[in-house]
């Protein structure tokens, strides 16, 4: 399995439909598979049932993963110590974005209940947020500046040059 991680708005979404297209192979919108499970989209589970809720079925669904699969994460996917673990031993690619990218592609998002508060609120969170995805990836890709179609191309460089043979795990 090849993870991708990174914080919301980071592209992960964006960038493991477009790479699973280019390397033939299945790909998994982890927030997507949760709306589908729940019939509700993200911003109404955590209304109607919170955020821990919304963790354990993220928790829940990352443990069911299994085969060949490109995965798109949510952004707070690594909070819990045991999603950490469970990344442990895939490759895991870390879309790395300063924080202004993440606030200039957010700006006008109504979908994430969590890019909320006022800037230093939000500038908190991703500064809580970023040790965690450097401590799990094992390739990371500055994404600023950068269209997709770089992004996946330079993810195929990576991949290439640490053997692809181990993401058929
Ligand atoms: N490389 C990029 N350059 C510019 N905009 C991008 C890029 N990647 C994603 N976006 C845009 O940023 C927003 C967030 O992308 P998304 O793939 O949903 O990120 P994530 O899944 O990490 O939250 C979307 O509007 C998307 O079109
Ligand atoms: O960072 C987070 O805590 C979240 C990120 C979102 O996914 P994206 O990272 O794809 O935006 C989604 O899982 C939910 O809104 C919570
Ligand atoms: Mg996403």
């Known amino acids: 399995m090849i993870f991708l991680i990174g914080y919301m708005g980071s592209g992960k979404s964006t ?3 477009r ?11 982890m927030d997507e598979e949760i709306e589908r499970r729940e019939g509700m989209t993200i911003p109404e589970i955590f209304a109607n049932h919170g955020e ?3 963790r354990a079925m993220e928790s829940q669904l990352l443990k069911e993963l299994e ?4 995965v798109s994460t949510g952004g707070g996917v690594l909070l819990s110590a045991e999603n950490r673990e469970t990344l442990a031993g895939h490759v895991v690619v870390y879309l790395e974005a300063s924080f202004q990218t993440i606030e200039e592609r957010l700006a006008q998002s109504g979908n994430r209940p969590l890019w909320s ?15 965690l ?7 990371t ?19 290439k040059n640490n053997d692809f043979e181990h993401t058929n795990e």
Do not use: H, W
Not at 67 to 70: D, E, K, P, T
């Open 15 to 17: 960038i493991a439909k």
């Open 19 to 29: 790479l699973s297209e280019n390397l033939q192979c299945t790909y998994i919108e």
């Open 52 to 54: 821990s809720f919304f």
């Open 67 to 70: 085969g060949q699969l490109i």
């Open 117 to 131: 508060g006022d800037l230093v609120e939000k500038q908190k969170r991703f500064n809580q947020r970023k040790p």
């Open 133 to 139: 995805y450097e401590q799990v990836a094992t390739e």
């Open 141 to 159: 890709i500055q994404v600023d500046n950068k269209n997709p179609e770089m992004i996946v191309e330079e993810i195929i460089f990576c991949l």
